[in-house]
């Protein structure tokens, strides 16, 4: 039996600004959002680990009243991001504990964990929970923002070492870090004498991904702003497709077939009707 995960509603939702940010960049960062008393119940927790959630399971499903999954989704700040990416009621895709032992020598490779993903209407996130503080040595997960509408196949990316502009995570105890499922990522490589934890989460949608955040700061000129936003790695002319598939994006999330960016989409979509005299 399924129950309506009313919880969701409980948050604050994240303004336009933020929602484009995230369309721009393809993460949003919470820090330090996990209390303390919670952050040292939830190193116990993954060190012992987690079992398996079957796919499609809905939250109440997967993670009973009262346990530390449920608790860390219920999180004020945590369920209204959470709500504004992928609405009420999502499912678990799945879960993992990822754990990065001191000095292991090696790294995560680049990569997206969309596979075969190829949806532009719709979108999973990933919630990345570090119970610890993380410091440059101990390998915080690297991405690489305003990759995530950039098609690739999982490990495609993973020949690739450094990318101009990319972002190694170093964050204090308590941060919560979602995900577009395509943003290119992978964990660095633990230089440290400390075993580092980060508890993953995929979530699917069961909703519409329309207007599911607080809007009235839609006509706010920083939401063009920031999906105007380019990145260093971006080539001249391929890096335009990145902001293409962003007013892609934005229309679909918006439901306004008429928003652009300096034309991009409108000019590529021209049909006219009318026939030649």
């Known amino acids: 039996m399924t129950h309506t995960w009313e919880h969701t509603t409980g948050g604050p939702l994240s303004s336009s600004v933020r929602m484009a940010r995230f369309v721009a960049h393809g993460s949003l960062r919470l820090d330090a959002v996990v209390p303390p008393e919670m952050n040292a119940e939830g190193m116990q927790?993954?060190?012992?680990?987690?079992?398996?959630?079957?796919?499609?399971?809905?939250?109440?499903?997967?993670?009973?009243k009262g346990s530390f999954a449920r608790r860390l989704l219920e999180l004020p700040v945590v369920a209204g991001a959470l709500r504004s990416l992928v609405g009420p009621d999502p499912t678990v895709d799945h879960h993992a504990v990822h754990i990065r032992e001191p000095r292991e020598g090696q790294a995560q490779p680049l990569h997206g964990d969309a596979i075969i993903d190829v949806r532009t209407d719709a979108f999973d996130v990933q919630l990345m929970y570090y119970p610890q503080d993380v410091t440059l040595d101990m390998g915080g997960t690297l991405s690489v923002p305003g990759s995530h509408l950039r098609r690739t196949n999982e490990s495609d990316t993973?020949?690739?070492?450094?990318?101009?502009?990319?972002?190694?995570?170093?964050?204090?105890?308590?941060?919560?870090?979602?995900?577009?499922?395509?943003?290119?990522?992978?964990?660095?490589?633990?230089?440290?004498?400390?075993?580092?934890?980060?508890?993953k989460i995929r979530f699917n949608p069961t909703v519409r991904q329309r207007r599911l955040w607080d809007t009235s700061d839609l006509a706010d000129p920083r939401v063009a702003e920031e999906l105007a936003t380019t990145f260093?790695?971006?080539?001249?002319?391929?890096?335009?497709?990145?902001?293409?598939?962003?007013?892609?994006?934005?229309?679909?999330?918006?439901?306004?077939?008429?928003?652009?960016?300096?034309?991009?989409?409108?000019?590529?979509?021209?049909?006219?009707?009318?026939?030649?005299?």
């Open 45 to 64: 927790v993954l060190r012992r680990g987690l079992p398996d959630v079957p796919y499609g399971s809905p939250v109440p499903d997967a993670y009973p």
């Open 232 to 277: 260093p790695w971006y080539e001249p002319a391929t890096g335009r497709l990145e902001i293409y598939n962003r007013v892609l994006m934005w229309r679909a999330l918006t439901g306004d077939d008429t928003f652009d960016l300096d034309h991009w989409v409108t000019r590529v979509s021209n049909r006219p009707q009318g026939e030649a005299a």
């Open 158 to 199: 993973g020949r690739y070492q450094n990318l101009r502009g990319q972002s190694r995570l170093v964050c204090p105890a308590g941060t919560v870090v979602f995900l577009h499922h395509g943003l290119w990522h992978g964990g660095r490589r633990n230089d440290s004498d400390t075993v580092r934890y980060m508890f």
